[in-house]
């Protein structure tokens, strides 16, 4: 393995783990806080947009800041055979690496809170519309990411990322998953931010097939990279 690739993998699995604490983290101190369940949502889907952006623009630099398998499938898929592209090992160990931090960052929220620590959840979400949103969240957040990839815009991912993903929280009735790592990070957490594992796999089923519909629209949109604006520097990897 070289040093970039290490860094890459190091990068994925901190900034993913530490996406979930702030996700799991920020739900438990809701639940404990207040009972008011509109405000519940709002401090949990307020503090994961603002740790999700300040996430995003740490790890940007040292691997693409993707934190999610969605987001690494599309960048691989469009970046082979260019110079911006690599293998499917690499993708496939960035993926194990968020995954695992998920499951390390759900651990590290429920021990910061003196919660059971990979407690299995047994709060059970599915059907149609739950499952509809998920669908939605996710491709909206692959046409952000690859419309500002295929443009060269990725200096506004930070915030663009996070913009959408709070407000999906609440336009969604799924409260926006859109990351199969961190659905996975979710099951092994017996708290406000938790899903039973029996619900995960539609999760993320929906979650592949939105990422692939928002990858789609957003090659239709913007069929070729255009050039570089004077004095952006070139945007941490994503391949377009």
């Known amino acids: 393995m070289n040093a970039a690739l290490g860094r ?11 996406l979930v604490a702030v996700v799991v983290g920020s739900g438990i101190a809701a639940t404990r806080l207040t009972g008011d369940g509109a405000l519940r949502l709002l401090v949990n889907s307020t503090v994961t947009a603002l740790g999700l ?14 934190f999610n398998p969605v987001v690494t499938g599309a ?10 592209g690599y293998g499917l090992g690499e993708a496939a160990a960035v993926i194990g690496c968020q995954v695992a931090g998920a499951i390390a960052g759900a651990a590290l929220a429920d021990a910061m809170f003196g919660a059971p620590a990979l407690a299995v959840s047994g709060h059970h979400r599915g059907g149609a519309p739950l499952l509809l949103s998920e669908v939605v969240a996710t491709a909206g957040l ?10 060269d815009r990725l200096q506004h991912a930070p915030w663009a990322v996070a913009a959408w993903i709070g407000a999906a ?8 998953f859109a990351n199969p790592a961190v659905t996975i990070g979710r099951t092994l957490t017996s708290t406000y931010a938790g899903i039973a594992p029996a619900s995960a796999p539609a999760f993320i089923a929906m979650q592949v097939i939105g990422g692939t519909l928002g990858t789609l629209l957003a090659i239709v949109l913007y069929p070729a990279r255009t ?13 377009g």
């Open 53 to 66: 952006a300040v996430l995003i623009l740490v790890f940007i630099p040292a691997g693409g800041a993707h």
């Open 142 to 151: 692959l046409l952000v990411i690859v419309g500002l990839a295929r443009t």
């Open 75 to 84: 960048d691989w898929l469009l970046g082979r055979g260019t110079a911006r």
């Open 227 to 239: 050039g570089r604006p004077a004095g952006v520097p070139e945007p941490a990897r994503l391949a």
């Open 8 to 18: 890459r993998l190091l990068a994925e699995f901190t900034g993913t783990g530490l």
């Open 169 to 176: 929280y609440w336009f969604t009735a799924s409260t926006s």
